[in-house]
Structures are given as C-alpha cells and as structure tokens.
C-alpha cells in the first residue's frame, strides 16, 4: 500500500520562504510520480507542482513558476517542495500526492480521489 506523509507547514511572511516535504513508502518500482496540490477557503483544488521519479522530469503550474521549485532525495524517498517569494495568494492546505499515472499538476489536483495515495495536507499561511 502506497502512503505519503508530508510535513513542514507554517506561517511565514509575504516574501518569505518555505519548505515542504514528503516522504513515500509502499512502491515497488521507480515508475511513478510525486507531486503537491493545494486548496484554500472557497476555492477550487488547484495543482502545483510535479516530479517524475523515474527521470526527474518536473512541471509546474503556471501560478507558481518561476517561485517554486520540486526535488527528490532518493536515498530518503522524501520529496521537497521549496516555495519562495510567498504571496497572500499562497495560502492554502498543500497536499503530497503519489500517482503511476496522473504526472502533471493540474491531473493530480484533479483526480484526487482515484491517486495511489495523498496525506492530510499541511497548512501554510502566508502573513503580512
């Protein structure tokens, strides 16, 4: 059974910086890939980045290119999410997801209910 498990939620403030993490279990292959959506108050799911594990191939969502950065530590099977320049619009529940199939951001945030695994979200909060 694939799990997920992330942590490093906060408050941190407008222009700040913040690291997210995400450790996997449960696979048996390197063909997967791992990836973060987010949710805020009233507001859609919306996808925010991907990696590819099998050859580290990455996507971001449009919203957060340029400001947010995904990685890997394999000896770790945890995964990293480097967010920089935070805005209010950052705010939001982020959530580690872990799919063989849904390999782009906007896929992952929208088949949320049929991905191999995803955690309970860790919340960040972006202040003034």
């Known amino acids: 059974q694939v799990k997920v498990v992330e942590s490093g939620g906060g408050s941190v403030p407008a222009g700040g910086s913040l690291t997210l993490s995400c450790e996997v279990s449960?696979?048996?292959?390197?063909?997967?890939?791992m990836g973060w959506f987010r949710q805020a108050p009233g507001k859609e799911r919306e996808g925010v980045a991907v990696?590819?594990?099998?050859?580290?191939?990455?996507y971001y969502a449009d919203s957060v290119k340029g400001r947010v950065t995904i990685s890997r530590d394999h000896a770790k099977n945890t995964y990293y999410l480097r967010m920089e320049n935070l805005t209010f619009g950052d705010t939001a529940m982020y959530y580690c997801?872990?799919?063989?199939?849904?390999?782009?951001?906007?896929?992952?945030?929208?088949?949320?209910?049929?991905?191999?695994?995803w955690g309970q979200g860790t919340q960040v909060t972006v202040s003034s």
């Open positions: 449960g696979y048996t292959d390197s063909d997967y890939c």
């Open positions: 997801a872990a799919d063989t199939h849904a390999c782009h951001p906007s896929a992952m945030a929208e088949y949320v209910g049929r991905l191999d695994a």
């Open positions: 990696i590819d594990n099998d050859d580290g191939t990455t």
